[in-house]
């Protein structure tokens, strides 16, 4: 029997939650207690049962631990497995983005602060620096967000081994059609509400794209102020906003199957990181943001917490499961599109990653 | 043979050198901590990584003290050291 599991990294610790019928959920947990897992990737390629997370002690430092039996045992490269070049005079502060790779196996991108793109031949182990990007010439000119700088979206494109898009708090959207030796920045019609120019080249503080399920050239950002598509790859962006309470917030999820069909968690402002008015809630589409319906049956009310950009996931399952956890602790699952939740954990440290996964 | 430098672990990093809670380095004239430590870390590149980033840093929420005394209130990494002192690692109160 499938079972769903639901990776829960949070500022303390991981925790698993499995189910069989997503009614009821076994938590396990924590592992790596008193250490912040801002990242986790589920790596069922092949057959296999790895999961890769990035972790990150206040004392001692990042790093990523590896699991080949599911999240029950870890290894961690005696070497380090991301290390900055010595001629960079970088250092590794936070593994913000683990992703597969969608046409080979044994293929790894990790995203990092500071602003790195790295790629792993092996699993996961080890990851080398994509100097494409970062010797890019706009990286003196790239900022942090309130999390710090890094590569927080990763976007491998299914058509082309070459293609990939990346977006970074600041910096935007940037874009490579050679694997990743030439970059283009890719933020056209992208708004930064911070600048003296609102529609800089670079600089935004895109907060997280996603690509859609059925259409791969269309591609959906939730930025720092504003809510954008994009139909030609990344070339440029329109606001899909309308209809929406606020035009912030941190989430940006697609459906794994359908087309046209995200959802975003709406926050307040840059100012005010909090659901607007006090209700937590989710927005849903279906028709790739021309409108939107509301979702918060089974979400408390009034709630004042946030729900950060990585803090959702999806499984895979056909009546697809969509997951999220918040700043305060709670996870909620949906195997409604998100008509209803129901909360799966409570009392967690703050949420800052979700990734779900289903196992045969 | 060169009179030694003792290096104390804290107990949450002990597994990393592989239960051993004191490191003996031998220490030549005109060595600093930064030598102490390269040392100590040398084969143990998980124990050397929770102490100090790739470009050599001590991380911020760690605290090297040298005969009592936290180097970062001396010359840091380039302290010297005396034969026969000893360096206390330990995890500060500001990283909890």
């Known amino acids: ?360 | 043979m060169s009179p030694d430098v003792r290096v104390v672990l804290p107990g949450v990093l002990r597994e990393l050198a592989g239960g051993q809670a004191e490191l003996d380095v031998p220490c030549e004239e005109g060595a600093v901590v930064r030598d102490v430590l390269d040392r100590a870390l040398a084969d143990r590149p998980l124990l050397g990584a929770r102490v100090r980033d790739e470009t050599g840093a001590m991380r911020r929420h760690v605290n090297v003290f040298l005969d009592g005394r936290d180097v970062r209130f001396d010359a840091g990494q380039d302290t010297p050291v005396r034969a026969g002192g000893v360096i206390h690692i330990l995890p500060s109160v500001s990283g909890g």
């Open chain 1, 1 to 360: 029997m499938t079972q769903t599991v639901v990776g829960i990294g949070t500022r303390k610790g991981l925790w698993l939650a499995r189910s069989e019928d997503r009614r009821t959920w076994s938590l396990e947990g924590p592992q790596f207690m008193m250490r912040e897992v801002p990242s986790i990737a589920f790596d069922t390629r092949e057959g296999r049962d790895r999961v890769l997370v990035g972790v990150r002690s206040e004392h001692w430092g990042p790093t990523v631990m590896r699991s080949e039996d599911g999240g029950r045992s870890w290894d961690e490269t005696p070497e380090g497995a991301i290390r900055f070049p010595e001629d960079t005079g970088a250092a590794l502060a936070r593994v913000w983005q683990l992703v597969p790779d969608p046409h080979d196996a044994d293929v790894v991108w990790a995203g990092t602060e500071p602003h790195g793109l790295w790629r792993s031949a092996d699993g996961g182990r080890t990851f080398e620096l994509v100097r494409g990007l970062w010797d890019h010439p706009h990286r003196p000119e790239w900022g942090e967000g309130a999390g710090g700088g890094a590569i927080h979206t990763i976007l491998p494109d299914p058509r082309s081994a070459e293609s990939m898009l990346v977006a970074m708090s600041t910096g935007g959207v940037y874009r490579t059609a050679d694997a990743g030796h030439r970059w283009e920045a890719s933020n056209r019609g992208i708004k930064a509400s911070f600048y003296p120019d609102p529609f800089p080249e670079f600089g935004q503080c895109v907060h997280k794209v996603a690509r859609d399920a059925a259409e791969p050239s269309r591609l959906y950002a939730q930025n720092h102020h504003g809510v954008y598509r994009s139909d030609d790859d990344g070339a440029s962006w329109e606001s899909i906003a309308e209809g929406l309470p606020t035009d912030f917030g941190f989430v940006m999820q697609t459906h794994p199957h359908r087309g046209d069909t995200i959802w975003v968690v709406p926050i307040t402002s840059d100012r005010e990181h909090v659901p607007p008015h006090g209700e937590l809630q989710v927005q849903h589409t279906t028709d790739a943001g021309r409108t939107w319906q509301v979702h918060d049956s089974g979400l408390p009310q009034p709630s004042w917490t946030c729900v950060l950009r990585d803090a959702s996931g999806v499984d895979s399952r056909e009546d697809t499961g969509f997951y999220f956890g918040t700043r305060n602790g709670d996870v909620y699952a949906s195997t409604d599109g998100g008509a209803s939740f129901t909360r799966i954990a409570e009392q967690l440290p703050d949420v800052l990653c979700v990734r779900a996964v289903d196992l045969p």
